[in-house]
Structures are given as C-alpha cells and as structure tokens.
C-alpha cells in the first residue's frame, strides 16, 4: 500500500541528461514557483514504463488514478488527493509532498523511505511525465499525467519521445482506463463537501 500511493501522488521535475539534441531538454532544472503553480489541479494518470519489478507489478494493478495537487508557497509544499483504483477497490490518500528546489525534485516518506520523482518539461502544458530512478536502467521508469482522460496523438508521441531519451521501449507502455474507475462516488462527495465548506465559509 506504501508503494501504491507514493508513485501515485509524486511527480515532478528533471531527468539525467541526453546527449542528443532532442533530449537536451530532458536535464533538471531548479524548481521555480510557476512550475510549481502549474502543477495545481486535476490530473490524470495515463500511462507508464517501469522497469523496477515492483513499480511494474503496481502499474498493472492500476487501471485509474486520479490526483489533485495544490501548492502551498507559504509551507514550501504541494498538498495532495489521489484516488486510486486498485483491483476491486478505491483506495484514497492525502497528504503532502516535500519540494527540493535546488536540485528539482519532490518527495514524500512512507514507512521511512523517501520516494524520489522527477519533472520531465514538457511543450504541453496539459500533461505532465515524471520520471524515476532515471540513473538506473534497471529501474528506471516514466510516467504520463495530463489534465483530461484522454490524450492526443501528438501528447502521446510527445511521451514516446522522452520514453526514447530514457531508453525505454513503446513496447513497455502500460495504459490506464479511465472507464474502470471506482473511485468516481468517493470523489464527487468529496467534491461536494469541500463546496459546502467554501460556501459556508464565504457566508460567515
């Protein structure tokens, strides 16, 4: 479970570097409040390629993961909610993930061990990908977020490109499917209370 929802909520910045022109935009970079205020909002897990055996088992037992992210400049943190589809159950997690600003990378502890993840720049702002263990072929893996269900053709060759830089294969592409979702009741009540809260705070 510890391993479910860290991968599931960290994402962000930088990846080794690349020696080719294309991948040249890959090297990390200081995280900056405006990368940090994009992140904020609704996102959606859509696919992946993990080398590491358990990052891979966990990403075939995942058909839906849906994340809300909100920056906090104050606490130098981003707060988070994940919804997790998982096998026959929605699990449901929220919490808050630690910024490294030098050296552009988030984290969050779990069970004494800090999860890295890494902020690969993309053209589009719509999606996201973020990378693991990139220094490692062994366990390397990358992961692809954008803020509706579906994506283009030109956002997933945009994902195939970075997959390229890292060395990893099409072929190791694992999808979601946004349809087996069974977290959609939770996250509606949930959305429900926070409006109520909103509201009954602006008429106090």
Known sequence: MALLWALAVLSLLPLVGAESPECANMTGTPLTNATLEMLSGKWFFIASAFRHPEYNQWAKMVPSIVSYYTYNQTENVVYFRAYITQGDKCVYNASHIDIQRENGTLSVINN??????????????????????????????????????????????????????????????????????????LEQQHEEERKKKLEEAAQA
């Open 112 to 185: 004494g061990v800090k999860h890295f993840s890494h902020v690969v720049p993309t053209k589009d702002p719509s999606i996201y990908m973020f990378a693991y263990h990139p220094e490692d072929k062994e366990k390397i893996g990358l992961s692809l977020y954008a803020n509706t269900s579906q994506v283009t053709p030109e956002q997933m060759s945009e994902f195939h490109g970075a997959l390229k830089c890292l060395g990893l294969e099409v072929s190791e592409i694992i999808t979601t499917d946004e349809t087996k979702s069974l977290c959609g009741p």
